[in-house]
């Protein structure tokens, strides 16, 4: 019975050892698959950073271009129609596609008159455009346009854009006919145009962003109500000519 009995403790035994553990096999296939997961993950969580830094990216410069525009509308729409040094009929405005000059209402750091000189101007850097403000004091009429130095540098948009402006001359009728340049007019443009386009894609960032010029009347009609209405340079008012004319008398039995 003993002899027997040692064989089945010894099976039993090799049967446990042969039970316990992996394979060799089983390990590696383990370590590949294990692998494979680790690399998706990784594949899956860049994916999803760079799509959320584009997606902010986005928002950040939406968000910069619609504070530019409002810069830029505010300052447009200030504009005033003030003489140029020496030149009493044409306007303190310089215009070309890559360059704006004009007074406008200033704030706290203004002129003695409340205004200021405005400059935008289009700058390459870098294969990237840059539209920059500048602004100046306006000390008055008798300041040179062109002598002005500027300051208070404020980049207001930037990017790998085409970045031109244009500007209309409104007809009576309400026609527009936009030109490239506008210097040396008796009178400031009714609406400035400022074109954004993306140079890879060619599309138009700023759809429409059309600025009017609400102060659209002659160089020489500052400080004249009447000729700022419609009339004449210098001319005086109709009310007040009707009222300096003499009035006549009555016939007598006629009723006042």
Partial sequence: MTTTAAPVRRSRAGSRADLAGFTLIEVLAALAISSVVIVATAAFLHDVALNFDRGTQVVGNAEHMLLAVDRLSADFGSARPVPQAGEATKVAFVGAPTMVKFVAAGGVAAGPQGEELVSLTV???????RLIRRRAAWRGPLTRFDGVPLGDKVDLIEGRVDIAFAFGRVAPNGAVTWSETWTAQPRLPGLVRLTVRDRASGAELIPGA????????????????ACQSGGKPNEPAKDEQAQDAPTKDAPTGERR
């Fill in 123 to 129: 700058e390459q850097t870098d294969r990237a455009s």
């Fill in 210 to 225: 059309q600025f009017v010029l609400r102060a659209d009347a002659p160089a020489d009609c500052a400080g004249n109500a």
